[in-house]
């Protein structure tokens, strides 16, 4: 039973180029949050998506998008990056967004923004 | 506003003792609290998690301890192994709101180093 997986595992971008994150949730789950977390930080919410429709937001900007999938994948975008991109995106997966519980984390995809 | 506060900021400990972080938040309505441990670039892992009711809850040397009242929740490690070397976080739950579920209050963590 695979848990949660993201992809890619590492990247690097240049400032204004644009990313693409992505996100598989673990089998049984239909709920997708994503969340930045810089070094030395706790994770910091950026979303949530579940039904293919985002249910919470965060305090992040426009440039951050997301889209979930028939099957419950996600993708996170991020446009024109800044510098203060570069963290650790994580994404979690939960069973149906007003539970509250069960929230299964993946590794992560470290950005790193030169 | 939700705040999840976390100490200490950092700890270094012998290997084989024991160790006790702390976790005070105010977060309403309150659904849960969470402790994962986190190794570096890696995702959190679950260690436990307690709703209201729960005073306690076990995970092999991982012991949570929670205080609705007090607004407190403490995590003790039982003698301490090289590989518990980790970030542990405090995540505490907060809901449901209407129309928009749970929302998920993070506390910094404490950095946690075991040494020979």
């Known amino acids: 039973d695979a848990g949660v997986t993201q992809s890619p595992t590492h990247l690097i971008k240049t400032r204004g180029q644009q990313v693409t994150l992505r996100c598989s949730p673990k089998s049984g789950h239909d709920t997708v949050s994503w969340y930045q977390q810089a070094l030395g930080q706790g994770p910091q919410f950026i979303f949530q998506y579940y039904e293919e429709e985002e249910r919470q937001r965060g305090n992040f900007p426009d440039r951050f998008s997301g889209h979930q999938f028939p099957n419950y994948s996600s993708e996170l975008n991020v446009n024109a990056l800044l510098l203060g991109d570069s963290a650790l995106y994580l994404c979690?997966?939960?069973?149906?967004?007003?539970?509250?519980?069960?929230?299964?984390f993946g590794s992560g995809t470290r950005l790193t923004v030169v | 506003k939700n705040q999840v506060e976390q100490s200490p900021q950092s700890l270094i400990i012998l290997e084989g003792k024991n160790c006790t972080l702390q976790c005070n938040y105010t977060v309403s309505p309150f659904s849960n609290l969470r402790w994962y441990k986190q190794d570096t670039g890696r995702g959190p892992v679950s260690l436990t998690i307690?709703?209201?009711?729960?005073n306690t809850k076990s995970n092999g040397r991982y012991t949570a301890t929670l205080d609705a009242d007090t607004k407190q929740s403490s995590l003790h490690i039982t003698a301490s192994q090289l590989s518990d070397s980790a970030s542990y976080i405090c995540v505490v739950s907060a809901g449901p709101y209407s129309n928009s579920g749970y929302a998920l209050n993070f506390g910094k963590g404490t950095s946690l180093l075991v040494t020979p």
């Open positions: 307690m709703t209201f009711s729960e």
């Open positions: 979690a997966s939960s069973v149906d967004w007003r539970q509250g519980h069960g929230y299964t």
